[in-house]
């Protein structure tokens, strides 16, 4: 994609955290599916407040992460990461000493 500027034309950079493919484009959500109803919390096992994922496999969110996850796997590393990091939350566990 070329963007045009004011007097110029402006190429995206393929190996920056804001460059996203064509599958981005046709769904750009980046956050997860919550489910926070009342019958959610109480049906969950977890102590968090929202409920995931949903423990059954057939869920809404399980769903979710599944359709999330395949349309992060054509985008670049640095993108995964700010999606993952930044918007769902989740930091990568400190490495152990061996």
């Given amino acids: 994609m070329v963007f045009c500027g004011a007097d ?11 460059y996203h493919t064509i599958i981005w484009h046709l769904d750009p959500r980046r956050h997860l599916y919550m489910n926070t109803s009342a019958a959610a919390k109480a049906n969950s ?21 599944c359709i999330m996850a395949s349309k992060l796997a054509y985008e670049n590393k640095l993108v995964v990461q700010k999606v993952v990091e930044e ?5 990568p566990h400190p490495k152990q000493p061996s």
């Fill in 8 to 18: 110029e034309l402006v190429f995206p950079q393929p190996e920056t955290s804001d």
């Fill in 87 to 91: 918007d769902w939350n989740v930091r």
């Fill in 45 to 65: 096992t977890k102590t968090d407040t929202a409920s995931f994922p949903a423990e059954g496999s057939g869920s809404r969110s399980a769903m979710d992460v």
